[in-house]
């Protein structure tokens, strides 16, 4: 059974930069994905997906929202997906899920990480 599981998310001030990453929890001949998306959630709003890696062409694909400055990026050999976030704002305070080989909008809809806080003061 594959878990995904993110890190690197903490409090820091706005004007930063942190970067998460989202690991297959065991060796799966599935990885690399069919894809990899990341998503936020902030309190007492939906759920809103940030963009999408598919790693076996590197193509990606982000919403406007937080275009050019998060970067999604991959590293096969480590089973490890990234989300690279710069310039962060208050805004930017949620919890920050990884998703893979779903087939929704940005990956979503088969596996899912439990999150990690960004929280940005």
């Known amino acids: 059974h594959v878990q995904l599981v993110e890190s690197g998310g903490e409090s820091t001030q706005a004007g930063g930069s942190l970067r998460l990453s989202c690991v297959a929890s065991r060796d799966t001949d599935r990885f690399p994905f069919t894809c990899t998306g990341w998503f936020r959630q902030a309190p007492g709003k939906r759920r809103e997906g940030l963009g999408v890696?598919?790693?076996?062409?590197?193509?990606?694909m982000y919403a406007e929202s937080i275009k050019y400055r998060f970067i999604i990026t991959q590293d096969n050999d480590k089973n490890t997906a990234y989300l690279e976030m710069r310039d962060l704002t208050p805004e930017d305070t949620a919890v920050y899920y990884c998703a893979a080989e779903g087939q929704e909008a940005y990956c979503g809809g088969a596996l899912w990480g439990q999150g990690t806080q960004v929280t940005v003061s």
């Open positions: 890696i598919f790693p076996r062409t590197g193509y990606t």
